[in-house]
């Protein structure tokens, strides 16, 4: 059984699928944005100071190079109001590419956002771990576990936005 199927029927009009995944998007942007924007601040005060090692501006540099390509991404996918007014739920040739856009997005995660994130975040911790290899591991480890998580709430969400246009293209919705 597929993620799609096991969420069940998505119990809602078609108007308000589409608004649902509009403000989901935009919400997305949004919380996106404000913390991009306080890893930039934190992550560059680190890339500035000249005593880091050059791992660690690496990572640093990683880090706030993401921060940027995400608010890029996500602002270049969220949806707007006027999308809506442009096309009528029932246009559902234009609707399903759109859903599954954003699908396909939360999707990549891992290439676009989390991994270089996580290797960002490695290469900065990396020089305060060096010659031991119990805290090596850990930091590792760990970084894994942070990129798996981000990787599964988004497959999840992903899933979710799925179901909804798998319900957006039944004919009987109204």
């Not at 399903?96 to 975040?121: D, E, K, M, T």
Request: charged share 10%.
């Amino acid at each position: 059984m597929s993620d799609i199927q096991r969420m069940g029927p998505i119990s809602m009009s078609r108007s308000e699928l589409i608004r649902s995944l509009i403000s989901g998007s935009r919400q997305r942007a949004i919380q996106e944005t404000i913390a991009a924007l306080l890893v930039i601040v934190f992550f560059s005060g680190f890339l500035l100071n000249s005593s880091n090692t050059s791992v660690m501006r690496a990572g640093c540099a990683l880090i706030v190079v993401t921060a940027v390509g995400i608010v890029v991404v996500v602002w270049a996918f969220a949806l707007s109001d006027r999308s809506l007014a442009n096309h009528p739920p029932d246009d559902t040739d234009h609707w399903l590419p759109v859903f599954h856009s954003q699908a396909r997005l939360l999707r990549w995660v891992p290439v676009w956002y989390a991994g270089p994130i996580c290797l960002g975040g490695w290469l900065f911790m990396l020089p305060s771990a060096f010659g031991v290899p119990v805290a090596m591991a850990a930091i590792t480890l760990t970084w894994i576990a942070f990129l798996a998580g981000l990787t599964a709430l988004n497959r999840r969400a992903a899933c979710q936005i799925e179901a909804m246009a798998v319900s957006l293209a039944d004919p009987q919705l109204k």
